[in-house]
């Protein structure tokens, strides 16, 4: 339904996000990613917009710049697509997307 380009059984994540982004040619500072777990980490750590769902592993919790409110599989992917929508073309977006979030005293 989302019309976004999507790989599973992925064992190197990182590896499969540089190959995408290269491929799309977005640089990774442009990117936001959504992550719950541990082997979520690598990819968190190199895009430019780390982003977790509130149920997500600790670790994950304390690399995300951002927690989205909703959980995984119930609305946290289209939480955070509206928000971009919405903040679209403002140069402000990652203080906008901060903002609206729910804070996470990890966030770096």
């Given at each position: 339904?989302?019309?976004?380009?999507?790989l599973?059984g992925?064992?190197?994540?990182?590896?499969?996000?540089?190959?995408?982004?290269?491929?799309?040619g977005?640089?990774l500072s442009r990117?936001?990613?959504?992550?719950?777990?541990?082997n979520?980490?690598?990819?968190?750590?190199?895009?430019?917009?780390?982003?977790?769902v509130p149920?997500?592993?600790p670790?994950?919790?304390?690399a995300?710049?951002?927690?989205?409110?909703?959980?995984?599989?119930?609305?946290a992917?289209?939480?955070l697509?509206?928000r971009v929508?919405?903040?679209?073309g403002?140069?402000?977006?990652?203080?906008?997307?901060?903002?609206?979030?729910?804070?996470?005293?990890g966030?770096?």
């Open positions: 339904k989302l019309e976004v380009d999507v599973q992925v064992q190197d994540k990182v590896g499969a996000l540089r190959e995408w982004a290269k491929a799309q977005v640089p990117i936001a990613y959504i992550g719950n777990d541990i979520d980490l690598g990819c968190l750590e190199v895009v430019g917009f780390p982003v977790a149920e997500a592993h670790l994950v919790l304390a995300a710049r951002v927690v989205v409110s909703r959980t995984g599989g119930h609305g992917v289209r939480e697509a509206d929508l919405r903040d679209q403002d140069p402000g977006l990652t203080t906008a997307l901060r903002s609206s979030a729910t804070p996470h005293e966030h770096h």
